[in-house]
């Protein structure tokens, strides 16, 4: 079945020979930015019920969801899921579906597995149309109390009414639920902390959380509170649980709504201030008009730094420190350009692979300039952890690395988080 935008019935779409159902309200893409959903860890297309529809109402946006596999009436998956399913999803699955409804920019709306999916895209992938993160009961760590609950849900599922519930629903419901259930509480889950790409996200983000999620705790909120330098706006919801938009219909579209208008205010001013001073030259005399300041500072246009960005590519990463973008995001971090440098340093970040002392350093530089943005906001109780994890991640770095590493030694360290701008 080819996709046909704007059919609120449910359709498909096929992804690596996976058909995955979807369906779509609103205007197309190519007239009004996208909302996408993700649904949650036993949801799926229909369980969204009226939602996506109040969401074109009122936003003026498109919405599209679809059912990830093993849900709604997407095609089975076999299980046991990987531990990592939600950071696969958003890496393997989630690019190729925005790719094929032809999405050109909007939001990423995620309901508590699915929040923690845009989360991990929103960190991971570098794709400028994404212009925000809605996030609601987000986990970024297992909790005892959260575990519990789902100890529970699987007592309901095997003993109570809750298979029949959700048979409404899904084609497969064994494997919609124990995909979910069985990773959930698999012993290793009990480590499972994706809470470092909150330090990668460079877009603004919206977190809703209900003060009784039995789910999650506000702690989930709090780690944002403490990691983000994006700008970020918190909902906590009284009187509700772990869905808001069900419980506090309301209250969770009203912040929604006024989430979606402030980016598209913000979206108006880059475009009428992409010109004049902020020329961009891949070189180490130019410097931004000033230092973005969340919250305080107009935000750069999106592609100011792309020059600088692009000046690494096709160089091995062995060879990023003789690069215009590392000594531009280095002269950033040395002259009080924090998120800037921040923003510079992730394209090498991201180029380096996984396990690699390199790619270790990058992060440490990273959560540097972050930490000094953090001073400068006020915020020092998330100045003093960004220092210690950048302390862990350097020393990781050298652990194994005799002499220099990028031309650092262990002991610049000190000298980098004292003497900035």
Same mark, same amino acid.
């Given at each position: 079945m080819s996709?046909?935008?704007?059919? /609120?019935?449910a359709?498909?779409?096929?992804?690596?020979g996976?058909?995955?159902?979807?369906?779509?309200?609103?205007?197309?893409?190519d007239? +009004?930015? @996208?909302?996408?959903?993700?649904? !949650?860890?036993?949801?799926? =297309?229909?369980?969204?019920?009226?939602?996506?529809?109040?969401?074109?109402?009122? @936003?003026?946006?498109g =919405?599209?969801?679809?059912?990830?596999a093993?849900?709604?009436?997407s &095609?089975?998956v076999?299980?046991?899921?990987? %531990? &990592?399913?939600?950071?696969?999803?958003?890496?393997?699955?989630?690019?190729?579906?925005?790719?094929q409804? $032809?999405?050109?920019?909007?939001?990423?709306?995620g309901?508590?597995?699915?929040?923690?999916?845009?989360a991990?895209?929103?960190?991971s992938v570098?794709?400028?149309?994404?212009?925000?993160? %809605?996030?609601?009961?987000?986990?970024?760590? @297992?909790?005892?109390?959260?575990?519990s609950?789902i100890?529970?849900?699987?007592?309901?599922?095997?003993?109570?009414?809750?298979?029949?519930?959700?048979?409404?629903?899904?084609?497969?419901?064994?494997?919609?639920?124990?995909?979910?259930?069985?990773?959930?509480?698999?012993?290793?889950?009990?480590?499972?902390?994706?809470?470092?790409?909150?330090?990668?996200? *460079? %877009?603004?983000? #919206?977190?809703?959380?209900?003060?009784?999620?039995?789910?999650?705790?506000?702690?989930?909120?709090?780690?944002?509170?403490? *990691? %983000?330098?994006?700008? #970020?706006?918190?909902?906590?919801l009284?009187q509700?649980?772990?869905?808001?938009?069900?419980?506090?219909?309301?209250?969770?579209?009203?912040?929604?709504?006024d989430?979606?208008? @402030?980016?598209?205010?913000?979206?108006?001013?880059? =475009? =009428?201030?992409?010109?004049?001073s902020?020329?961009?030259?891949?070189?180490?005399?130019?410097?931004?008009?000033?230092a973005y300041?969340p919250?305080q500072? !107009?935000r750069?246009?999106?592609?100011?730094?792309?020059?600088?960005?692009?000046?690494?590519?096709?160089?091995?990463?062995?060879?990023?420190?003789?690069? /215009?973008?590392?000594?531009?995001?280095?002269?950033?971090?040395?002259? $009080?350009?924090?998120?800037e440098?921040?923003?510079?340093?992730?394209?090498?970040?991201?180029?380096?692979?996984?396990?690699?002392?390199?790619?270790?350093?990058l992060?440490?530089?990273?959560?540097?300039?972050?930490?000094?943005?953090?001073?400068?906001?006020?915020?020092?109780?998330?100045?003093? *952890?960004?220092? +210690?994890?950048?302390?862990?991640?350097?020393? !990781?770095?050298?652990?194994?690395?005799?002499? +220099?590493?990028? $031309?650092?030694?262990?002991?610049?360290?000190?000298? #980098?988080?004292?003497?900035?701008?």
């Amino acid at each position: 079945m080819s996709f046909k935008w704007g059919s /609120a019935e449910a359709q498909s779409i096929t992804i690596d020979g996976v058909s995955l159902e979807c369906a779509s309200w609103g205007a197309s893409p190519d007239k +009004a930015p @996208t909302i996408v959903l993700l649904h !949650e860890g036993l949801g799926c =297309v229909a369980m969204w019920k009226d939602f996506p529809q109040k969401l074109v109402l009122k @936003t003026g946006f498109g =919405v599209f969801a679809y059912s990830r596999a093993g849900y709604g009436g997407s &095609d089975p998956v076999t299980l046991p899921r990987p %531990i &990592d399913y939600m950071p696969l999803e958003a890496k393997n699955t989630l690019p190729k579906v925005l790719d094929q409804i $032809g999405f050109q920019r909007g939001i990423l709306l995620g309901h508590s597995d699915g929040a923690t999916i845009a989360a991990c895209y929103g960190a991971s992938v570098s794709d400028q149309r994404i212009r925000g993160l %809605i996030l609601m009961a987000p986990h970024f760590f @297992t909790e005892e109390m959260g575990l519990s609950a789902i100890v529970k849900a699987k007592a309901a599922y095997d003993a109570g009414d809750l298979k029949n519930r959700l048979a409404k629903y899904h084609e497969n419901v064994d494997i919609a639920f124990r995909g979910w259930n069985d990773v959930w509480l698999d012993p290793k889950f009990k480590d499972m902390n994706v809470a470092d790409c909150i330090d990668h996200w *460079r %877009i603004p983000i #919206l977190a809703i959380q209900g003060q009784e999620d039995q789910y999650g705790t506000p702690a989930q909120i709090d780690e944002i509170e403490a *990691r %983000i330098y994006s700008p #970020l706006e918190v909902a906590i919801l009284e009187q509700c649980g772990h869905a808001p938009h069900v419980e506090q219909p309301q209250k969770t579209l009203q912040v929604i709504v006024d989430f979606t208008a @402030t980016l598209e205010r913000l979206e108006h001013e880059q =475009v =009428v201030t992409a010109g004049g001073s902020m020329t961009r030259l891949p070189d180490l005399t130019w410097r931004p008009a000033y230092a973005y300041l969340p919250g305080q500072t !107009e935000r750069h246009p999106e592609t100011l730094f792309d020059e600088i960005k692009n000046a690494c590519a096709g160089c091995h990463y062995y060879e990023f420190r003789e690069t /215009a973008t590392f000594d531009n995001a280095y002269s950033f971090l040395r002259e $009080g350009f924090y998120w800037e440098s921040h923003e510079v340093f992730e394209v090498l970040w991201m180029a380096c692979p996984d396990g690699s002392a390199e790619k270790t350093l990058l992060q440490g530089l990273i959560q540097l300039a972050n930490m000094h943005l953090k001073q400068r906001m006020g915020r020092q109780k998330a100045a003093i *952890r960004l220092r +210690a994890m950048a302390e862990a991640l350097w020393t !990781e770095a050298f652990t194994h690395q005799n002499g +220099a590493l990028y $031309g650092f030694k262990k002991e610049d360290l000190e000298y #980098l988080m004292q003497n900035n701008a």
